[in-house]
């Protein structure tokens, strides 16, 4: 009997053998069934925005079937089908919105309670304290050091 080889696109089992799979892979009904499939998780917005951009089926409007079904290049949905998609992508827009908003108040404040804490760190703040001082001798050291700037301090002292 040999290995079978199950297609779960298809829901089909056939002899597992190098022809066999590549002759099914290859097919017009596997890449139809795997279309298919990938079209159910699709995003509502994507959903949308391309069938706005298909003209109606108009078999399907005057019978209410179509002979190339989900194949059709034409829209089948209804108005009612088109509102409600747009509500449920306005509503997932909304909520994303405001889950983004909720997100970044979160961040900044995460990010200035981090901040707050580093900052008030006893190593931070004694790091802080040395550099201001050291600065401060530069400073100093410079001052008197320089004759321009030693006559200029005392002649600003003297008037």
Known sequence: MGKRYYCDYCDRSFQDNMHNRKKHLNGVQHHRAKKAWFDNFKDPKAILIDEQAKKMCRKFLQKGICDFGPNCRFSHMSEEDFLSLKRQVE?????????????????????????????????????????????????????????????????????
């Open 91 to 159: 509503v997932e827009n909304s909520q994303r919105h405001f889950e983004d908003k909720i997100l970044s108040d979160r961040r900044i404040d995460d990010w200035l309670s981090k901040r707050e804490r580093r900052l008030n760190a006893p190593v931070v703040k004694e790091t802080l304290r040395l550099r201001w001082k050291n600065t401060l001798k530069k400073v100093t050291y410079l001052l008197s050091s320089s004759p321009f700037l030693t006559f200029r301090r005392h002649s600003c002292l003297l008037l």
